[in-house]
């Protein structure tokens, strides 16, 4: 995917988000850093480009909920988590680049849950590269691929890498 | 990044990079604190002791909270309710524990060392809670942390460390890291209570308290340690509090910009004035709130894994 396969593919979820809420408009982006805030922050851009109202952007840091930190190599380096609005009896939309096992997400709910109660939460992802461990699916999904384990499905965004592009390396 | 060592003994033992990725870590782990369920599972399992054999209600409270606010499970130890009592030597006290398989030791004991004889013998992790007169390195850490958070940078300010340098472990470390991390130290007290040669730690010493507060960014002052003071260090309280006490005139002296720091316990009207302590530039209680922060993030990256 390059730049305008990803504007392309954001702006259809941006109007999807759009119709299922009008008249609604306590709802409120959380990205899961790093690129799932960048993600959140052009969706909040877009709506309001198309609509007027402005949507409030949270990051949330999973690090601290991850289950896996004692079998990974190095200690990932801990960001703020910075949710600049109440949680409870807001409706959360979750975003993140890449939707693989599922256990970000499960960290992402643990640590929405213990910020407060939301209305709900539903999970908005770029692109779902199947293999899940856990019963999670998304309910907004910019592009659904077929890989295999050993493949790595890359996304950089210009915010964060200075290019946008989506794309798999490795594999046998 | 990691931290080379499983131990945190001492500011000496550290390089600036880690000392910036613990402060950095510390930001993060802040937020935590701010939140209505002040509690986070990454610890979940791990089990902490705090293991003190000298009086404390700060850093001991500060570890403990650290360690639950991560989900670790903290046990409590002070020397009086202990075997010490009956005459166990440190080092078995240590494996006894050790027995228990803890995954981290927080030290603190009145013998520069302490926390060395326990690192070397045993597998868990030992953070160096204050041994004797030698480094007291969370400390040093988190009033880095609230110095970084005000004044933006640690590299370039200017620090003046006022009160019994010879006997202070917060001394040192701060003088340690500080410098190592590019501020200028100048330290003041009573020539009884400053090492000779002390400018070989890349310090200066100031005789005169009105002097050393001149133009600095932060003053730090210290306790007066009555527990450690054998000697007559100085002829009266009274005198010491005279001379080298952080007063409002003494202050009238320094920056409108100065922050004024202290370890804690204060002896309240000896070593600072009550209206300085109360006063809108004293960042004490500051100091406390991040030290859990801090505390946090070095549990998290000495046994987060």
Known sequence: MDTSDIDRTLNRIAFELWEHNRGAETFAFIGIRRRGVSIANRLSRKLQEFTGVRIPVGALDITLYRDDLSEIASHPVLKKTEIPFPIKGTKIYLCDDVLYTGRTIRAALDGINDLGRPEAIRLVVLIDRGHRELPIQPDYTGRNITTTKNERVEVLLEEDDGIDQAFITGGA | ?305
């Open chain 2, 1 to 305: 990044m990691e931290l080379r060592c499983k131990n945190l003994l001492s500011i000496a033992d550290l390089v600036p990079a880690e000392i910036t990725h613990i402060l950095d870590t510390a930001a993060s782990m802040k937020e935590v604190s701010e939140r209505d369920i002040k509690k986070v599972p990454t610890l979940r399992g791990k089990t902490v002791i705090n293991l003190f054999f000298e009086p404390s209600t700060r850093t001991r409270t500060s570890f403990e909270i650290a360690g639950k606010r991560l989900s670790a499970d903290v046990v409590n130890i002070s020397a009086g309710s202990s075997s010490v009592v009956k005459g166990e030597t440190l080092r078995d006290t240590g494996e006894n524990l050790q027995a228990m398989h803890p995954d981290l030791i927080v030290i603190r004991h009145s013998c520069a060392g302490a926390p060395k004889i326990l690192a070397d013998a045993l597998p868990a992790a030992i953070i160096n809670a204050g041994d004797g007169a030698h480094e007291h390195p969370t400390q040093a850490l988190l009033d880095a942390f609230t110095m970084r958070e005000r004044k933006g940078a640690l590299a370039g300010l200017k620090v003046a460390i006022i009160g019994d340098i010879t006997h202070s472990r917060v001394a040192r470390s701060n003088i340690f890291l500080l410098t190592m991390m590019g501020a200028q130290v100048c330290v003041s007290g009573p020539q009884t209570m400053v090492p000779r040669f002390i400018e070989s730690l890349g310090v200066t010493f100031i005789p005169s308290i009105i002097d050393a507060v001149r133009d600095v960014d932060v003053i730090m002052m210290l306790r007066i340690q009555l527990e450690r003071q054998s000697q007559s260090l100085f002829p009266t309280i009274r005198e010491y509090s005279r001379f080298f006490g952080l007063t409002r005139a003494v202050l009238s002296h320094a920056r409108p910009d100065v922050l004024v720091m202290h370890p804690g316990p204060v002896n309240r009207g000896i070593e600072m004035s009550a209206d300085v302590m109360d006063g809108p530039k004293s960042i004490i209680l500051e100091q406390v709130t991040n030290g859990v922060a801090v505390r946090m993030a070095l549990m998290y990256l000495l046994i987060g894994k």
